[in-house]
């Protein structure tokens, strides 16, 4: 399978705790972007890599996230202290050079 | 900044009915338009994009969206709907080739379902 890959698909934490996800975007997408959903929601805008460089980030993204993409291959999205509002459907999303995203099935994490 | 709005969170239909979901946006650049497809616990999935040129865009699965300046619009429309269609729909714009970070903007979802 070729697309975009994020592991776990599923989280459960209590609250405190830290997480981390990891996303394999599409061999050669030299972008790449987190979202995060929440229910009833829109995807939301989180944060922007174009190679291994970070280069835009939400001001959803609070002083307890952190993403990184080392080598500019996979990335991985950390929350620290993890608060219930936290809770959402984290989404990876890749694309080339200037066309369509896509997407992967996302890591849904619950806060407990 | 650029804006989504999708009106009506849910739409039913019945099958073999005309779907109609609709998108309108707000953008300070010319914009580059998305309607994606979402299934239960699933990522997204793209139907159809407008970017340049026509302005009547055919996608996946029979659906197809026009992108009317004057009106602000992009409008998903399939003539016959499906069970299989059952979803929820997002409308995305973005600053695509503009320059920026390619972010996608979008609307809230509509939720439509297919009565047999």
């Known amino acids: 399978d070729t697309g975009v890959s994020q592991n776990p698909r599923h989280k459960i934490t209590k609250r405190g705790q830290n997480v981390t996800f990891r996303c394999d975007p599409i061999?050669?997408?030299?972008?790449l972007y987190w979202y995060r959903q929440t229910l009833g929601q829109g995807p939301e805008f989180l944060t922007y890599?174009?190679?291994?460089?970070?280069?835009?980030k939400s001001r959803l993204l609070s002083d307890r996230f952190s993403a990184e993409r080392p080598k500019g291959s996979f990335s991985t999205l950390e929350i620290q202290r993890t608060e219930q509002g936290d809770s959402a459907m984290y989404l990876c999303a890749s694309n080339p050079l200037s066309t369509e995203a896509f997407f992967g099935q996302g890591t849904r994490l619950t806060v407990v | 900044a650029q804006s989504v709005t999708q009106l009506g969170s849910h739409v039913s239909v019945s099958e073999g009915a005309l779907v109609l979901l609709r998108c309108n946006y707000s953008?300070?650049?010319?914009?580059?338009l998305f309607w994606y497809v979402q299934y239960p616990n699933q990522g997204l999935q793209l139907l159809l994009k407008y970017t340049t040129g026509a302005t009547l865009v055919k996608g996946i699965n029979g659906f197809e969206a026009e992108f009317k300046k004057s009106e602000t619009s992009f409008h998903l429309t399939k003539p016959s709907a499906h069970m299989s269609d059952a979803a929820e729909y997002f409308c995305?714009?973005?600053?695509?080739?503009?320059?920026?970070?390619?972010?996608?903007?979008f609307g809230k979802g509509t939720k439509l379902t297919v009565n047999p």
């Open positions: 995305a714009v973005s600053d695509l080739g503009q320059g920026g970070s390619e972010k996608l903007v």
């Open positions: 890599f174009q190679n291994e460089a970070q280069l835009e």
């Open positions: 953008s300070s650049v010319p914009p580059y």
């Open positions: 061999s050669e997408h030299n972008r």
